[in-house]
């Protein structure tokens, strides 16, 4: 099994934000971390998981995926994604990192484990180390689904 471990920070909502992602595969560890100039906290919460599961190798892996967002587990777990699909994302946000979570998401065998934040998970805290430092950071790509206004 894969394990995951994300977070994601935004200095303002929205402000300059970015994601966190810590792996761990048997003996091996990965850690992930990208900023965004102008983003929201739930748009880099969203981006950990994605970058986690974007960088899988193969398909069909077994993922546990742990985060403390609700924003992002609720969506998947209590099915609230798949009904939002249904209506193209009618009064949703975040369209854009939703069509391409679910795109990944459909090729693994991911479940999610909540966490509390700041609560002193030894993994959950590098990944909020990652993201701060990806959002105080002077490397900051374009969330362009956010900055178009299309999406956000």
Known sequence: MIVIYTDGSSKGNPGPGGYGTVMKYNEHRKELSQGYRKTTNNRMELMAVIAGLESIKVEKAKVKVYSD???????????????????????????DLWLRFAEIYKKHHVSFQWVKGHAGNEENEVCDQLAVGAAESNDHLIDEGFESGLYS
């Open 69 to 95: 967002s609700k924003y992002v587990i609720d969506s998947v777990e209590k099915g609230w994604l798949w009904n939002w699909m249904k209506k193209d994302f009618k009064g949703k946000k975040n369209k």
